[in-house]
Every structure is written in C-alpha cells, then in structure tokens.
C-alpha cells in the first residue's frame, strides 16, 4: 500500500511505499503533478492519479508536533524566560519579572483590558496596568478569550 503524506494540506504530498519515498504529488492550477522516480505526469484529480498508480493510495496527515511551553508561570505562558515567578493570591493571578533584578512585575498568560471604552488582548501586561483598567483574564491562550466572550453572550 502506497501512503501519501500531507506536507502542506491540500496542496503537497510525498508518496512513501513502506518508509521509502518513492515521490510526490503536487496541487497545481489546472490539477496535480505526479512525480515518481524523476517521472512526471499531470492529472485533473486525485481520483485519477490512484487509478493510474493501480494500488490502494491512503493519503496520511501528519501529526502535529504539539510545543511544549518552557516559558510559563503556573501553566501560564509568557513572552520571554520569567524570573521571581509567584501568584498573587490577592489579584488570582500568576505573576513574575523579566530579570532576577527586575522591579517590574508582569502578569503570565493572555489578558483583556478595557481602555477608552475598547477591549484589547494582550499577552504578559505590567501588572501596574490590571491596576489601572478593567481587565478579564488570565487565559492560556487566545481562543480561550474567543469560547469566553461566546458564554457570556
């Protein structure tokens, strides 16, 4: 069985035959290039290039490579490596500085603050900032704000 691997989906595949490549398939505009050992043949569908290959073709996605996150505060992530990390059991929040001498205190994680009237999402803001605005957070990521902005309304 020939396995087409999902390179870049929907527009590039490598035909593996057991762990070998053996070529590949390619989305053009009029259709799909298939190349196989230096060979290559144009096809309007996909449908015609495993016909023409005459065996079962399962096209594969890749997995995905999930990043592990070394710059977090509390499963919070931050914008550079944290120092001083702690939570703020007053604010409910992870908090840290960006140096071991720093003074300055961020708060870890995604964040909404409201300021003239507008609601902006900002990543790691200066904890002197939550105290001047009304904000909501922390969230671990940006489409966690987009579900919690969905249940409130």
Do not use: H
């Amino acid at each position: 069985m020939l396995q087409a691997k999902t390179i870049i989906k929907n527009k590039y595949w490598i035909l593996k035959n057991r762990q070998y490549k053996i070529g590949e398939i390619e989305a053009t505009a009029n259709g799909y290039d298939l190349s196989v050992n230096g060979y290559k043949e144009k096809f309007k569908t996909l449908n015609m290039i495993k016909e023409r290959l005459e065996t079962n073709l399962e096209f594969v996605d890749l997995e995905k490579k999930v990043k592990k996150v070394t710059q977090q505060v509390y499963d919070y992530p931050t914008d550079c490596k944290p120092f001083n990390g702690l939570f703020n059991v007053q604010l409910g929040i992870p908090v840290f500085t960006k140096g071991e001498s720093s003074k300055s205190w961020f708060a870890a994680g995604w964040y909404q603050i409201k300021q003239k009237k507008r609601w902006k999402t900002i990543m790691c803001p200066k904890l002197i900032i939550l105290d001047r605005y009304e904000w909501r957070g922390p969230f671990r990521d940006k489409e966690e704000i987009i579900s919690s902005i969905k249940d409130r309304t």
